[in-house]
């Protein structure tokens, strides 16, 4: 069997950039509900909508630290970027922000009102981590088991635009072309990665 006779791994992705305020992290959750039902993976919704949540928390609060600390204001320059992948039998959630601050897991008192967000990811996730996009900035990723393999027939789908309230979705700026050049290097460096390891299945 030769590479041009390997069949192209099944891939589902979509990504939406929003203005870095407090009101975007409601809006990943629609985004989440909007594709999880396109790709009819409405059993993933509850699951990935809290992971989703939480990570975004982190960008926007990051992103909104960050404009503070360099006298930006809050501004809608600054950008965060929220991506759904399904590829082989795994569902990634990826959420990028233009800053390098790591995320910290903390252990909060029973009585605290946050800072719980990662420990939530840690219990619900297979595994999460960091990836440095070649473009700057960071995108905080989670994996979660769909429990079956994906087939090139869910890749299939009528696309549907996602409608949010107006402010929301960040419209053309350096930070929004980051953010989207970021989201697309995550996509095809693992995309590359998956296709290699399914060749060298493909060949044993």
Known sequence: MSADDVTPIPLLASSV????IPQ?????????RHTLTLW???????TVALIMSELATNAVQASITDARATDEGISTEAVVGAQLRAVEASLFVEVYDRTSAVPVRRNPDQDAEGGRGLLLVDVLAKQWNIYRPSVGGKIVWAELPLGFPL??????????PLILPHGLRATYSADEHQA???LLDRLLTTTILADMAARMTDAI
């Open 151 to 160: 087939e090139p027939s869910a890749c299939i789908y009528e696309h549907t």
């Open 40 to 46: 009819s993976l409405e059993e993933h919704v509850e």
């Open 17 to 20: 950039r929003l203005n870095a």
């Open 180 to 182: 989207r050049r970021a």
């Open 24 to 32: 975007a992290v409601a809006a990943t959750r629609l985004f989440v």
